[in-house]
């Protein structure tokens, strides 16, 4: 008996229900599959929806399209204001990564330092437009010895590796004097599956490698080609003999030096005073044949006696016992 009020439901109704029921069900399951494949590719579309999720950029191109080859650097003296106003991109620290590709490299510039303001000056005005252009990930550390510490580019280097370990997974290490200025912007700041050597060709030196054991100036290694050869010596005070050694320790692992040829490893050097030579550097060259193992990133004791988060560079000054280093 039928109840007034009752209701039953018609077969079409039924019918229709159902559809909703399945029409519903293939929504929410499109839904999940729309969002577990949006995370998975970290947001790429609807980053504006879920601003906790980062957007992936695509890799950048193995070739930079901003690249132009040989180039005219510029050897005026800018003011600090200047340079920072011609990189607004840059974060503190001389940090910097491309804003539309992710880099295929992270870079750490090594730059030793003794007194050289006017050669800062001029180096940071001219490599950060040339590693950008390269589409390079990378920071820029200024490594420096306290006053009254002989000047010591080795053990500066060293310093500097280790101090940029500290602030991120870089990949590549390029130890580059802050007199020497590219010339050529298809010399990719990179490092192959060997160490380079970067300055081939110098103005000063008539555009010619001086000699074919040279690996000062500029030059690359890996973290584990720095690790495996345990860094550069810390025993070289003054000028000269430590680059030198380096080589030695490259060939002594059985690794090759590779080089740009001569038209893209191209460098112009800025006028400076010649400094006294190293008298004691070839002994040391003799002697650290057999003791490199126990000097270099292994023996390295220092005290950072200063750090400042530049809007250039980073800046990382340091004390050595001496003493101390040349008895380890």
């Not at 200024?142 to 940029?164: T, Y």
């Not at 080589?247 to 191209?266: A, E, P, Q, S």
């Amino acid at each position: 008996m039928v109840v007034p009020g009752d209701f039953y439901p018609s077969p079409g109704f039924s019918c229709r229900c159902r559809y909703l029921y399945v029409c519903l069900l293939a929504f929410v399951a499109t839904q999940l599959l729309i969002f577990g494949a949006i995370f998975h590719r970290k947001c790429s579309y609807i980053s504006w929806l879920w601003r906790g999720c980062a957007v992936r950029k695509s890799q950048c191109p193995l070739i930079s399209p901003h690249l132009i080859g040989r180039f005219e650097v510029e050897t005026y003296v800018p003011a600090w204001q200047t340079i920072i106003d011609n990189y607004p991109m840059l974060q503190n620290g001389g940090r910097y990564q491309p804003p539309d590709c992710e880099a295929r490299h992270r870079v750490a510039l090594i730059i030793p330092f003794r007194d050289r303001d006017i050669h800062l000056k001029i180096f940071l005005n001219n490599i950060h437009a040339f590693l950008m252009r390269q589409q390079l990930d990378y920071g820029i550390f200024v490594i420096d010895l306290e006053e009254g510490i002989p000047f010591n580019r080795a053990l500066l280097l060293n310093v500097g590796f280790l101090e940029a370990n500290k602030v991120d997974d870089f990949q590549c290490y390029i130890f580059h004097d802050v007199d020497l200025l590219p010339e050529n912007d298809h010399n990719t700041y990179s490092c192959p599956e060997q160490p380079r050597h970067m300055s081939v060709a110098i103005d000063k030196m008539n555009y010619r490698l001086p000699y074919m054991t040279i690996f000062g100036g500029v030059s690359a290694m890996t973290r584990e080609q720095m690790l495996t050869v345990n860094g550069y010596p810390n025993k070289f005070f003054g000028w000269g003999g430590e680059d030198d050694e380096m080589y030695n320790r490259i060939k002594f692992h059985n690794m090759t030096v590779t080089r740009y040829t001569g038209d893209v490893g191209r460098y112009k050097m800025l006028a400076h005073r010649r400094e006294q030579g190293n008298p004691n550097r070839f002994a040391l060259i003799k002697s650290e044949k057999k003791h490199y193992h126990q000097d270099g990133l292994s023996s390295l004791k220092y005290d950072v006696t200063k750090r400042e988060k530049r809007r250039l560079y980073t800046y990382i000054r340091v004390a050595v016992d001496r003493e101390q280093l040349a008895t380890s």
